[in-house]
């Protein structure tokens, strides 16, 4: 299994302003995803963090408002920018390995004012 | 397009009850299937993972079954106890091996 830290674990922003989330991973992994969890609802992918490489977006997501980065094989960071209210939402990173069960980090949860 | 499905959406028992959640899904091409469990405000826990081949897997109190032919998962917990309550979520993974996509959940309320 692989144990998965994030943060920040909360935080309050202002409307227009960025965000970014770091995740790390206690063991080489070879996929890092991020997903956005909001209010009373399930998990929606938003991109495959490749090492190395561009991210993968999910349809609905642009690199520009959520910039990702995964430099090495355990670490990967999350933007959210020109943040707005319909932008607070528990944001989670995961990582899966060559058996492909992911594993969840605790999440960040973003408030925009 | 996958689309998973959690029947009920939320359940409510006295503690000691045995109880089943039904997850079903639509394309029947997976890869595995994983049951979490979300605490309030908080990231997910994996509780069982079956892989495609697989009938079930079993974890103390928890046992998750698979029938992908018909597309359909169920998670059934033992003596339930009120340190169950929480949401808990089905998801599958595609023939591809990478994007997991999820159920909307059961909230499990277990009352002491």
């Known amino acids: 299994s692989a144990v998965i830290s994030q943060k920040p674990s909360r935080d309050i922003c202002q409307r227009g302003t960025s965000l970014t989330i770091q995740c790390q991973v206690d063991?080489?992994?070879?996929?890092m995803f991020w997903y956005r969890q909001q209010p009373g609802q399930s998990l929606t992918l938003i991109a495959t963090?490749?090492?190395?490489?561009?991210?993968?977006?999910e349809s609905g997501f642009v690199i520009d408002k959520f910039p990702i980065s995964r430099p090495n094989l355990t670490f990967s960071t999350l933007t959210v920018s020109n943040m707005s209210p319909e932008d607070s939402s528990i944001y989670l990173c995961?990582?899966?390995?060559?058996?492909?069960?992911?594993?969840f980090g605790p999440g960040t949860r973003l408030t925009v004012t | 397009k996958q689309e998973v499905t959690q029947i009920p959406a939320a359940l409510s028992v006295p503690e000691g009850e045995n109880l089943v959640l039904n997850c079903s899904f639509t394309?029947?091409?997976?890869?595995?299937l994983q049951w979490f469990r979300q605490d309030p405000g908080k990231g997910l826990t994996s509780l069982l993972l079956?892989?495609?081949?697989?009938r079930e897997q079993t974890s103390g109190r928890l046992n998750a079954s698979l029938d992908k032919s018909s597309g359909r998962s169920t998670l059934y917990i033992a003596a339930s106890q009120p340190g169950d309550s929480a949401t808990y979520l089905c998801?599958?993974?595609?023939?591809?091996?990478?994007?997991?996509?999820f159920g909307e959940g059961t909230q499990l309320t277990v009352n002491p």
């Open positions: 079956i892989q495609s081949s697989q």
């Open positions: 963090a490749n090492q190395g490489s561009e991210a993968t977006y």
């Open positions: 995961s990582a899966s390995g060559t058996g492909y069960e992911q594993y």
């Open positions: 394309d029947s091409a997976i890869y595995n």
């Open positions: 998801a599958v993974t595609g023939t591809s091996g990478s994007r997991l996509t």
């Open positions: 063991s080489q992994v070879t996929m």
